[in-house]
Structure formats: C-alpha cells, structure tokens
C-alpha cells in the first residue's frame, strides 16, 4: 500500500436534526473546495453512524498515516478538551502505527468577531 500524506476529519457535534447535519457537511464540503489537494472526511461525536472511529478507519484503510482530527466547534468545551483527547487514546491503541493530530476549535481566531459583528449589523442597520 502506499503511504499517502495527512487527511484530515472535520469533526461536528452529530445532531438528530437532519437540517443541522445538512449544514455540517454543506461546510465540509465547502473547506473540501477550499483546500482541493487534501483528503478530508466528515465525521460527528453524536447521533451518527458516520462516527470518528469509522472515519478513522476508512482513512488507514486508504492508506493515511497521518490524520488531523479538526473540531468544527466554536471554543472549547467539553468534547474538544475531554471526549476528543479521549478517543485519540483509545484510537491510538487501535492504531498503534496512526499519527493523529488534534486541531484547535474555531476560537480564539478573531475573525469569529468579525463575522458577529457582520451578522449584527444585518439585524441593526
């Protein structure tokens, strides 16, 4: 097999609302189009069959051996600074040979203001 160079999950929250999944992956599929040479997989923590392990799974299958795990969320919480650190552990132990490296969630980029206060202003002016 031959190596191939990192993927990357983008990793959502999972909801059962079908329209808040919809959107997820409308995202994805947007960063997709933005960064064309790099092998990205949509993966949820929540309410999805379409889970990290799975992702992860499919990705060493394919022959990565290195994977960024980024969490589309916008600070950190509880699933970025406990349950994501957790299943890189328990995936590392699946993987024994997988690099994955975890990403910082949206915050605290500044551009997150921006957008605010762009939405703001739509409602205010």
């Known amino acids: 097999m031959v ?3 990192k993927a990357v999950i983008v990793v959502g929250h999972g909801s059962r609302d079908k ?3 919809s959107a997820f992956l409308e995202v994805v599929a947007l960063i997709k189009k933005k960064l064309k040479r790099v092998r990205i997989e949509p993966a949820f923590l929540q309410f999805s069959s379409q889970d990290v392990p799975k992702a992860l799974e499919k990705l060493v299958r394919e022959g990565y051996k290195e994977i960024v795990l980024f969490p589309l969320f916008l ?6 600074n406990q349950d994501i650190p957790d299943l890189i552990k328990k995936e590392k132990e699946r993987f ?3 690099n994955i490296i975890p990403a ?9 203001a921006d957008i605010a206060v762009h939405r ?5 002016a």
């Open 3 to 5: 190596e191939k160079q």
């Open 75 to 80: 600070f950190q919480g509880i699933h970025v």
């Open 96 to 98: 024994p040979g997988l």
């Open 120 to 124: 703001i202003k739509e409602r205010s």
């Open 104 to 112: 910082s969630p949206l915050w605290p980029d500044e551009r997150i």
């Open 19 to 21: 329209k808040a999944k």
